[in-house]
């Protein structure tokens, strides 16, 4: 269903400025408290830190964000078959303030209750907020991708308002005054969201395909049993009943998320009685999940190893007033806030004139570039290791990059699981789509741990062994991507969709539609 509402968000559907602005002020509830989680747990306990070693605390950051995306798997199902979309972003914004004012408690527990709370809260609103832009736009709209564009451009500017202010708070009275100012900002994304939910002119209100109820009785009791373990287990570990070591469990946890991703895409390909046309876009669709992966793993160590080189090995002094580390960070943010306008009008621009690059061609892009921002940080890492402090254009450089490679994938990766999902898996495929984020932070995370602020002459080895890995699966992506641009293009109308068993001259047409 594709609503039809005004056009009065910069030519897009009114339904795009609700979702906009709730995505804003989640994303600086998130971003803000996620700038603060390395340095918070690498803080000693002077500091009003929790003193642990690099090691486990890339390693919890890993988890947590993973986790988070995770996440977004059972968030989506209960989207399209229990509640529907509209119900899911409220009921999971709400839960993820509940988590950002626990975290505001100092506490040694409710740091990782909080994060407990945010994780279920954002595998609930995440998934399902991106589907609903989708579903906002027909399968034929041109405007989609630059739909994307600008509420990506929400996200991020969401994000630099998270950063200033956590960073802010952070420097000038202390760690959980920032957590607190998280919860104020998810608060404002939720009354936003409750009075101007009837832009959405009915999208997501409802379950796609919705279960009976004997079914739904099953699935409440199911997901009433799984949180009921998620508070014995973390009983259980704060009795000190549990051993946790974070390194070996976000190693076990890589593996099990993508052993996940391929049993869900491949239980969704072969079992959901797809039609070719749909199995030929799922294809496609692979190409971009795996690129998304291995993006998000060298992306993230902005939170984790470049943060903590930040801290090190950065010199911050600006005549007498010395930057936040934190506040590095909002680099990313603000240039997506520059650049988004321009990525937005150059997709628009290259599909009227019919040179628009594919889904997969587009991201193959992204993580090239994306790539090339960990040379930048290889000489910087060197300079380090040379026992001199870097100056800060190194990062400015390495996360200009890092952004027009973001602005090549990720807006345009969130458009393609949208088209090329079948319909009637849309928020289940956006949840197996955000589960390349999951396994893409906890690798990062495990990356990160082999900093070491005490041997910096490692560090040059981290981020170039980072560079090569992907810019070689960037390259294969790219020359892949120039087969399956054409099955992009595939329409439902095609007679291979009306009878799959009937032998049909599929590449012409997908070239004729493309």
Same mark, same amino acid.
């Given at each position: 269903?594709?609503?039809?509402?005004?056009?009065?968000? =910069?030519?897009? &559907?009114?339904?795009?400025?609700?979702?906009?602005?709730?995505?804003?002020?989640?994303?600086?509830?998130?971003?803000?408290?996620?700038?603060?989680?390395?340095?918070?747990?690498?803080?000693?306990?002077?500091?009003?830190?929790?003193?642990?070693?690099?090691?486990?605390?890339?390693?919890?950051?890993?988890?947590?964000?993973?986790?988070?995306?995770?996440?977004?798997? &059972?968030?989506?199902?209960?989207?399209?078959?229990?509640?529907?979309?509209?119900?899911?972003?409220?009921?999971?914004?709400?839960?993820?303030?509940?988590?950002?004012?626990?975290?505001?408690?100092?506490?040694?527990?409710?740091? =990782?209750?909080?994060?407990?709370?945010?994780?279920?809260?954002?595998?609930?609103?995440? &998934?399902?907020?991106?589907?609903?832009?989708?579903?906002?736009?027909?399968?034929?709209?041109?405007?989609?991708?630059?739909?994307?564009?600008?509420?990506?451009?929400?996200?991020?500017?969401?994000?630099?308002?998270?950063?200033?202010?956590?960073?802010?708070?952070?420097?000038?009275?202390?760690?959980?005054?920032?957590?607190?100012?998280?919860?104020?900002?998810?608060?404002?994304?939720?009354?936003?969201?409750?009075?101007?939910?009837?832009?959405?002119?009915?999208?997501?209100?409802?379950?796609?395909?919705?279960?009976?109820?004997?079914?739904?009785?099953?699935?409440?009791?199911?997901?009433?049993?799984?949180?009921?373990?998620?508070?014995?287990?973390?009983?259980?570990?704060?009795?000190?009943?549990?051993?946790?070591?974070?390194?070996?469990?976000?190693?076990?946890?890589?593996?099990? =998320?993508?052993?996940?991703?391929?049993?869900?895409?491949?239980?969704?390909?072969?079992?959901?009685?797809?039609?070719?046309?749909?199995?030929?876009?799922?294809?496609?669709?692979?190409?971009?999940?795996?690129?998304?992966?291995?993006?998000?793993?060298?992306?993230?160590?902005?939170?984790?190893?470049?943060?903590?080189?930040?801290?090190?090995? *950065?010199?911050?002094?600006?005549?007498?007033?010395?930057?936040?580390?934190?506040?590095?960070?909002?680099?990313?943010?603000?240039?997506?806030?520059?650049?988004?306008?321009? =990525?937005?009008?150059?997709?628009?621009?290259?599909?009227?004139?019919?040179?628009?690059?594919?889904?997969?061609?587009?991201?193959?892009?992204?993580?090239?570039?994306?790539?090339?921002?960990?040379?930048?940080?290889?000489?910087?890492?060197?300079?380090?290791?040379?026992?001199?402090?870097?100056?800060?254009?190194?990062?400015?450089?390495?996360?200009?990059?890092?952004?027009?490679?973001?602005?090549?994938?990720?807006?345009?990766?969130?458009?393609?699981?949208?088209?090329?999902?079948?319909?009637?898996?849309?928020?289940?495929?956006?949840?197996?789509?955000?589960?390349?984020?999951?396994?893409?932070?906890?690798?990062?995370?495990?990356?990160?741990?082999?900093?070491?602020?005490?041997?910096?002459?490692?560090?040059?080895?981290?981020?170039?062994?980072?560079?090569?890995?992907?810019?070689?699966?960037?390259?294969?992506?790219?020359?892949?991507?120039?087969?399956?641009?054409?099955?992009?293009?595939?329409?439902?109308?095609?007679?291979?969709?009306?009878?799959?068993?009937?032998?049909?001259? *599929?590449?012409?047409?997908?070239?004729?539609?493309?």
């Amino acid at each position: 269903m594709s609503a039809q509402s005004t056009e009065n968000f =910069f030519g897009h &559907p009114s339904g795009l400025k609700t979702l906009f602005f709730t995505e804003m002020w989640e994303r600086m509830s998130y971003y803000g408290m996620r700038m603060l989680l390395v340095l918070f747990m690498t803080a000693t306990l002077q500091e009003q830190g929790l003193g642990l070693t690099v090691a486990s605390a890339a390693a919890i950051y890993g988890l947590y964000t993973g986790c988070v995306y995770f996440m977004g798997l &059972p968030g989506g199902w209960i989207a399209d078959r229990l509640i529907g979309g509209q119900k899911a972003v409220w009921y999971g914004g709400i839960i993820i303030m509940i988590g950002h004012i626990i975290l505001a408690i100092p506490s040694d527990y409710s740091f =990782f209750i909080g994060l407990i709370f945010v994780v279920l809260g954002t595998g609930l609103l995440k &998934p399902n907020i991106s589907a609903m832009v989708g579903q906002l736009y027909s399968d034929k709209d041109v405007r989609r991708d630059s739909g994307y564009a600008i509420y990506y451009m929400g996200i991020n500017l969401g994000s630099v308002i998270g950063y200033t202010v956590c960073g802010y708070l952070m420097e000038n009275q202390g760690w959980h005054w920032a957590f607190g100012a998280a919860a104020i900002g998810m608060a404002a994304g939720l009354i936003q969201y409750k009075i101007t939910t009837p832009n959405l002119n009915g999208i997501g209100a409802k379950p796609v395909y919705p279960m009976s109820n004997k079914a739904q009785k099953l699935s409440w009791t199911i997901i009433c049993g799984f949180l009921a373990s998620v508070v014995l287990v973390t009983y259980l570990i704060f009795q000190d009943m549990l051993t946790v070591v974070p390194v070996t469990i976000a190693q076990y946890v890589a593996i099990a =998320f993508s052993t996940i991703f391929v049993i869900y895409y491949a239980i969704i390909y072969f079992f959901s009685s797809l039609t070719a046309v749909e199995k030929k876009k799922l294809i496609a669709l692979l190409l971009i999940c795996i690129a998304s992966a291995c993006f998000w793993s060298g992306f993230e160590q902005a939170g984790s190893s470049m943060n903590l080189f930040t801290r090190d090995y *950065t010199d911050r002094i600006v005549g007498s007033f010395e930057i936040p580390t934190g506040w590095f960070q909002s680099l990313n943010a603000f240039f997506i806030v520059l650049l988004s306008p321009f =990525f937005a009008a150059l997709w628009i621009n290259l599909g009227k004139r019919l040179v628009s690059p594919s889904y997969g061609i587009k991201c193959a892009v992204g993580l090239i570039i994306m790539a090339s921002g960990f040379i930048v940080m290889f000489f910087a890492a060197q300079h380090a290791a040379s026992g001199m402090k870097v100056a800060p254009y190194w990062l400015v450089a390495t996360y200009f990059l890092h952004t027009v490679g973001e602005l090549c994938l990720s807006p345009v990766a969130l458009s393609a699981v949208s088209k090329l999902s079948p319909k009637r898996f849309a928020g289940q495929m956006m949840g197996i789509f955000v589960l390349t984020y999951s396994i893409g932070n906890i690798i990062s995370g495990l990356l990160a741990g082999n900093y070491d602020p005490s041997n910096v002459s490692q560090i040059p080895s981290l981020y170039i062994q980072i560079s090569l890995f992907s810019m070689g699966i960037g390259i294969i992506i790219l020359l892949l991507g120039f087969k399956t641009r054409f099955w992009e293009n595939l329409s439902e109308d095609d007679e291979s969709t009306k009878n799959p068993a009937t032998p049909t001259n *599929t590449p012409a047409t997908s070239a004729n539609n493309a």
